[in-house]
């Protein structure tokens, strides 16, 4: 499984994802580098401006439905963070959901095989790595009680993500 990443991506400028001193955002409407899993996935100039707002799947070992819809630069932390988050509906612990044992081996894959090559190719180099999964769509920072949702932290090295225990 590889993914085609835009060989020329427009420039993110780094934005807080999350406020400072915690993980409720302050308002509405904060200003975030968004990007879309088309734009990330699909060769340099092959999608029309309107395909951009439209997240696109993603190949995960497990074969579970995933989808990349946001790429967050983040320098809250004190230093720049990347958030790849991904859209998983089928993650959880009920019966019959795709549990944390899984999509762990899923997110070591995302951050190895989509967040580091995208990352090498715009030649950001932030010191961690963000892979969040989640079952439904949430504003950064929001929380819902009754969504399942995994994270994992990573630490670019040259040629992998080094996972890194938070």
């Not at 696109?56 to 439905?65: L, N, R």
């Not at 967040?115 to 439904?136: K, Q």
Request: proline letters at 12%; charged letters at 20%.
């Amino acid at each position: 499984m590889t993914c085609n990443l835009p060989s020329n991506p427009a420039p993110l400028r780094a934005v807080p994802a999350l406020p400072a001193g915690g993980d409720r955002p302050l308002g509405r409407g904060r200003a975030r580098a968004q990007w879309m899993a088309a734009l990330m996935l699909a060769p340099a100039g092959a999608l029309p401006a309107a395909a951009l707002a439209d997240p696109m799947p993603v190949e995960v070992p497990s074969g579970q439905p995933v989808t990349l819809f946001e790429v967050l630069m983040d320098d809250t932390p004190g230093q720049l963070w990347a958030r790849f988050r991904f859209l998983a509906p089928k993650i959880g612990n009920a019966p019959g959901r795709v549990g944390y044992d899984v999509t762990a081996v899923d997110m070591d894959w995302v951050c190895n095989h989509v967040a580091l090559p995208w990352l090498d190719r715009t030649g950001l180099e932030p010191e961690r790595i963000v892979i969040s999964f989640s079952d439904r769509e949430l504003p950064l920072g929001e929380t819902a009680p009754d969504a399942a949702q995994y994270f994992e932290f990573y630490r670019p090295d040259l040629t992998e993500c080094i996972w890194e225990e938070y």
